[in-house]
Structures are given as structure tokens and as C-alpha cells.
């Protein structure tokens, strides 16, 4: 008597779960969608580069480790350079903020 009752109690939780799995895979399908990239910074450069805006540049954190540093300004600068059709301006402030971030400046400014 009691095999049938536990029968249909897994078979109504069975029922349940999969009703809710599939309200949840639908409102997981119609929900906005959102970008996949980040967000870049909005804004031009400043006269004197900082440690912040170097690693805004670069994409890393203002104590990132050195290694860290030469592996972003290496990425950065794989899309950017100018015999990839690159910017000459992008690609100064690009090594410039890589010589921020590891101290070999003493902020003068770019070249440009």
C-alpha cells in the first residue's frame, strides 16, 4: 500500500521540478541581453599621465605585479601598433603608460 503512495509522491516531484526548470530556462532566454565587453574609459587623456590613467590604459590595477604590466602593454599594443595600421599618438601613450606603471618615468609628459 505504501510503495504506490511514494510512487506518485516522486512522480509529482518529478512533475514539479521540471515545470520550474522549464519556467526557469525560459525567463533565463527572454531576459535583456548584455554586453560581453567591458566598458571602456570614457574620456581623453590628461596632460601629465598618472598611475590611474596608465592602468586604464593598460586594463590592469594600479598595484598590479611588473610581469602583469608587460603582459597587458604586450596585448595592448598587438592591437594598437602602427605597422598594424595603428596609431602613432595610441602607441606612445601606450608605452608611456607601460613606463608609468613600472617606474621608469619621471612624468614629463608624451612626445606628443
Not at 605585479?65 to 601598433?81: F, I
Given at each position: 500500500?505504501?510503495?504506490?503512495?511514494?510512487?506518485?509522491?516522486?512522480?509529482?516531484?518529478?512533475?514539479?521540478?521540471?515545470?520550474?526548470?522549464?519556467?526557469?530556462?525560459?525567463?533565463?532566454?527572454?531576459?535583456?541581453?548584455?554586453?560581453r565587453s567591458?566598458?571602456?574609459?570614457?574620456?581623453?587623456?590628461?596632460?601629465?599621465?598618472t598611475?590611474?590613467?596608465?592602468?586604464?590604459?593598460?586594463?590592469?590595477?594600479?598595484g598590479?605585479?611588473?610581469?602583469?604590466?608587460?603582459?597587458?602593454?604586450r596585448?595592448?599594443?598587438?592591437?594598437?601598433?602602427?605597422?598594424?595600421?595603428?596609431?602613432?599618438?595610441l602607441?606612445?601613450?601606450?608605452?608611456?603608460?607601460?613606463?608609468?606603471?613600472?617606474?621608469?618615468?619621471?612624468?614629463t609628459?608624451?612626445?606628443?
Amino acid at each position: 500500500m505504501a510503495t504506490p503512495f511514494i510512487a506518485g509522491l516522486a512522480v509529482a516531484a518529478a512533475a514539479m521540478a521540471g515545470k520550474y526548470g522549464i519556467q526557469a530556462w525560459h525567463s533565463f532566454k527572454t531576459r535583456p541581453p548584455r554586453p560581453r565587453s567591458r566598458r571602456f574609459y570614457e574620456g581623453g587623456f590628461q596632460p601629465t599621465m598618472t598611475r590611474r590613467e596608465a592602468a586604464l590604459i593598460l586594463g590592469v590595477r594600479e598595484g598590479a605585479a611588473a610581469e602583469k604590466v608587460r603582459e597587458a602593454h604586450r596585448r595592448v599594443m598587438v592591437a594598437n601598433h602602427p605597422d598594424a595600421g595603428g596609431s602613432h599618438y595610441l602607441a606612445s601613450k601606450i608605452n608611456e603608460a607601460k613606463d608609468v606603471m613600472l617606474g621608469k618615468t619621471k612624468n614629463t609628459g608624451s612626445a606628443f
